[in-house]
């Protein structure tokens, strides 16, 4: 079993900047694709972006490219998204994910318990 710990949430104003955590307990972090995903109140769950194992890959949904970058640090079991010029759309609570597999944008095994980012305007 996976444990995802995501950390980094918060409030901050339209235009501003966070940037989220996800740490595991995995020992072998680097053999799993990971991504984020969020969920407004009242919406299904989105996917955000994913990363490959060595973090040579990414891919974005079209509603954050140019705004967010995922990356990774194999060596402290860490992956990140940082997230700039924030706008209130993209309030949500953002999960951390992630699968021994290739997957990108659907199909994860393992999940986090989500960190709340509220952006005011």
Excluded: H
């Excluded at 444990?3 to 918060?10: K, N, P, R, T």
């Excluded at 490219?65 to 700039?84: E, P």
């Excluded at 949500?92 to 199909?107: E, L």
């Amino acid at each position: 079993q996976v444990q995802l710990v995501e950390s980094g949430g918060g409030l901050v104003q339209a235009g501003g900047s966070l940037r989220l955590s996800c740490t595991t307990s995995a020992r072998t972090f680097s053999r799993y694709t990971m991504a984020w995903f969020r969920q407004a109140p009242g919406n299904g769950r989105e996917f955000v972006a994913s990363i490959n194992r060595s973090g040579g890959s990414t891919y974005y949904a079209g509603s954050v490219k140019g705004r967010f970058t995922i990356s990774r640090d194999n060596a402290k079991n860490t992956m990140y998204l940082q997230m700039n010029n924030l706008k209130p759309e993209d309030t949500a609570v953002y999960y951390c994910a992630a699968d021994p597999k290739d997957v990108w944008d659907s199909d994860y095994a393992y999940w986090g318990q989500g960190t709340q980012v509220t952006v005011s305007s």
